[in-house]
């Protein structure tokens, strides 16, 4: 299984901005439809973003739509979540992941994640 590294996570206030990167540890063929997740503590992981393979369809969770933006560099075999006017409630670990379709199911293999927290 392709092993995914989410980094770029970090402490920002409120109303700032972020951008994550997920990227395959090693040397792999390219992802296809990818997702991004995120789990705050307490609760279930959720759904955020996602891409069609076609890298230019993109499903967004109604709590961030507006807000953040999911797009893929094929060169670098990277996805990227950009994160804007950040809320509190954006506090959680988030996880990129290889999706299916439909409906959006992310693989069983997890990576650790990368820490978002968004002070008030």
């Known amino acids: 299984q392709v092993q995914l590294v989410e980094s770029g996570g970090g402490l920002v206030q409120a109303g700032g901005s972020l951008r994550l990167s997920c990227a395959p540890s090693?040397?792999?063929?390219?992802?296809?439809?990818m997702g991004w997740f995120r789990q705050a503590p307490g609760n279930e992981r959720e759904f955020v973003a996602a891409?069609?393979?076609?890298?230019?369809?993109?499903y967004y969770a109604s709590s961030v739509k507006g807000r953040f933006t999911i797009s893929r560099d094929n060169a670098k075999n990277t996805v990227y979540l950009q994160m804007n006017s950040l809320k509190p409630e954006d506090t959680a670990v988030y996880y990129c992941?290889?999706?299916?379709?439909?409906?959006?199911?992310?693989?069983?293999?997890w990576g650790q994640g990368t820490q978002v927290t968004v002070s008030s």
């Open positions: 992941n290889i999706i299916s379709m439909w409906p959006i199911t992310p693989s069983s293999s």
């Open positions: 891409m069609h393979w076609n890298g230019i369809d993109t």
């Open positions: 090693g040397r792999t063929r390219s992802v296809g439809a």
